[in-house]
């Protein structure tokens, strides 16, 4: 099946040609791996001095439960950052999705799995290491919303962050660190690490055990999603299955969570 000029844009031999041009660099997929956590603190910080102007006793706290909100925040930053990352090296941004021609059904069918693995590798996360951390279910990383805060945690965050975060890691960094390093596992091992510490800032509390379940419980995750990524090199269906499991997982958490504390 040939491949559509999307697909050959994002390929490993067009990011090798760009690499031999001087268009890539180390410093650029490392940097962005990051970015999302230094973003979501910042975002945080923004949304406790909020709080802090109000004179609210405890800002920065105040400010955790609206990581659903003030995620899009960190989203443009990413998006901003890859559409200069993508220019730089003469693409665009839609090009790191890797389009291809292949059949509907096929991907109707490879997005439905990616849905069930999405579902498997969150819980798995959740049940292996939330009782070895904390002996128990660990607290949810939501908290009570109002109304209109809910609806677009629900209606639009997942859907920005979900099209975001893939592009991000596995999307840009990814098949870039695989070619600077030459080895798919170096790249793994970084996006997943940085992958798994954003997690550590949504929302972010200086408390050992919530960064540690954080970052251990999207291990599965920031793992198994590269090396399945580099079976199959098509981005578009992680994208949907991933805006999918997180509108769904948000909707039921938000407001079954608003529902018992209102």
């Known amino acids: 099946m040939e491949e559509s000029l999307h697909t050959i844009l994002n390929s490993k031999a067009k990011i090798q040609e760009r ?29 406790a001095g909020i709080y802090m102007i109000q004179n609210h006793s405890a800002p920065w706290q105040a400010a955790a439960p609206w990581w659903v909100v003030y ?36 991907s109707v069918y ?15 996360g959740g049940m292996i290491f ?16 109002p ?29 870039r660190i695989e070619v600077l390093s030459k080895r798919a596992w170096i790249a793994i091992l970084i996006v997943g690490f940085g992958w798994c510490l954003q997690h ?17 419980s999207t291990l599965p995750i920031a793992v198994v999603l590269p090396i399945v990524y580099f079976r199959t090199r098509r981005l578009l269906p992680f994208i949907v299955a991933h805006c999918i499991v997180d509108a769904g997982g948000t909707f039921a958490l938000v407001f079954c ?4 504390n209102s």
């Open 130 to 145: 939330g009782p070895l951390i904390y002996g128990t279910e660990p607290p949810a990383p939501y908290g009570v919303l």
């Open 19 to 47: 690499l031999q041009s001087g268009k890539i660099n180390w410093m650029w997929p490392i940097l962005i791996v990051f970015a999302r956590f230094i973003f979501a603190f910042i975002a945080q910080a923004l949304v």
């Open 71 to 106: 995620g899009t925040l960190i989203d443009v930053g990413c998006l901003v950052l890859l559409w200069r990352l993508a220019k730089r090296e003469g693409i665009s941004v839609k090009d790191l999705i890797s389009l291809e021609n292949h059949r509907i059904a096929q």
């Open 110 to 124: 490879q997005c439905l799995g990616f849905i069930v693995l999405f579902i498997v590798l969150f819980m798995a």
């Open 257 to 260: 969570y608003r529902q018992c």
């Open 200 to 216: 550590i800032a949504l929302p972010f509390a200086l408390d050992w055990q919530w960064m540690a379940y954080r970052f251990a």
């Open 147 to 175: 109304l209109w805060g809910a609806l677009f945690s629900v209606l639009v965050w997942p859907f920005v962050w979900g099209i975001t975060e893939q592009l991000t890691y596995m999307g840009y960094a990814l098949p």
